[in-house]
């Protein structure tokens, strides 16, 4: 929308609201996301009709041992959140949220979920760049077309997850490489308890990683810059990820970020296209150390972030929980009566 359309449309949703029994203001960020998803629609549509969307894919630095659990523990749990028994699924299914899983990379012979899958995992970043430009290319079209596929079926809001041993690492190195942050503002134990040996060796590894690459993840195109950071030392699922959301500011739709791998994500699309920051919604503070460098990237502060319940699940179990929300309020808004009927009683 241009400057006076916004204003228009502020004007428009002002007349909506001011007759109903509300005090102004009371409902504080709930009001707030209110106004910015149907201004993002640029209408105020009845009901909100969600998808979540789980990318999944494995990362070479993950494969090779270098980080985290055994790399197997991608597929396995992808295929037991198709099964509806994980805790974002379930999260999915209690509050009646659509969601699907899309293999973009994970290490196994056949696609688990959507198949989309690009490669089997990317390659050690500490050795080499994850994926090609082809690669790249392929992952973030993925993203894109799983999104412009739900908006053609009408949904009009957004969440993302992910799954992908490995990528609290991928992401670190995505966020320093993007930002110039210090490794240890945007390293965190990922699923792992907090531990000092384990933080120390997660550290190394990315200043290692952003060494290697210094050089390969430069352009005068800002564009540009983050397409080769994310080639060169994110994962499969970041790629996927910031297809999506460039997609959705594309077809004017509002999205919901998860936790750290997608305020990542969301940090390079703003580098892309500033418009974004008029369609990301936060869910919730992850754990993770670089959470709030990466929101503050999208213009989002943590007084802006509604959960705070120190989560570290992945999936997009915060975004699930948010979209819940705000299809509660989405709900209230529309229907809730109006202070001349108050008055008649």
């Not at 396995?76 to 899983?101: D, H, W």
């Not at 950071?229 to 919901?256: R, Y």
């Not at 969301?266 to 919604?281: F, I, P, Q, T, W």
């Amino acid at each position: 929308m241009k400057d006076n359309e916004i204003t228009s449309f502020d004007k428009e949703l002002n007349k909506f609201l001011q007759p109903k029994c509300l005090i102004p203001g009371g409902l504080g960020l709930w009001e707030t996301y209110f106004r910015k998803i149907c201004t993002a629609w640029g209408r105020i549509d009845s009901e909100i009709r969600p998808q979540h969307i789980i990318f999944s894919a494995d990362n070479g630095c993950n494969m090779e041992g270098y980080v985290g659990y055994n790399y197997e523990v991608t597929q396995k749990q992808s295929r037991n959140m198709l099964l509806g028994r994980s805790s974002a699924t379930q999260f999915c299914n209690f509050n009646n949220i659509p969601y699907e899983v899309v293999d973009v990379g994970i290490a196994s012979d056949d696609g688990i979920g959507v198949d989309r899958k690009v490669a089997k995992g990317t390659k050690n970043i500490l050795n080499h760049p994850a994926m090609t430009e082809d690669e790249f290319n392929s992952a973030f079209q993925a993203g894109y077309e799983r999104v412009e596929h739900y908006v053609k079926q009408g949904i009009n809001l957004f969440s993302f997850g992910e799954m992908g041993l490995g990528n609290t690492t991928t992401s670190a190195c995505v966020l320093s490489a993007l930002t110039g942050a210090d490794p240890t503002e945007t390293v965190g134990p990922g699923s792992w308890p907090y531990k000092p040996d384990l933080m120390k060796r997660k550290i190394d590894f990315v200043r290692a990683v952003l060494d290697k690459h210094k050089t390969s993840i430069v352009s005068d195109s800002e564009v540009e810059r983050v397409r080769k950071i994310v080639a060169h030392v994110g994962g499969f699922d970041i790629a996927a990820i910031l297809g999506a959301m460039l997609a959705c500011v594309e077809f004017k739709k509002p999205f919901v970020i998860d936790g750290f791998i997608t305020a990542v994500a969301a940090a390079c699309a703003v580098h892309m296209n500033d418009r974004v920051k008029d369609y990301a919604l936060p869910s919730h503070n992850s754990r993770e150390k670089g959470t709030e460098l990466a929101l503050a990237e999208v213009d989002i502060t943590q007084d802006m972030v509604p959960i705070q319940a120190h989560m570290s699940m992945g999936e997009g179990t915060g975004a699930i929980l948010m979209v819940q929300m705000l299809k509660t309020t989405q709900h209230m808004f529309v229907n809730v009566g109006t202070f001349a009927d108050l008055m008649k009683l």
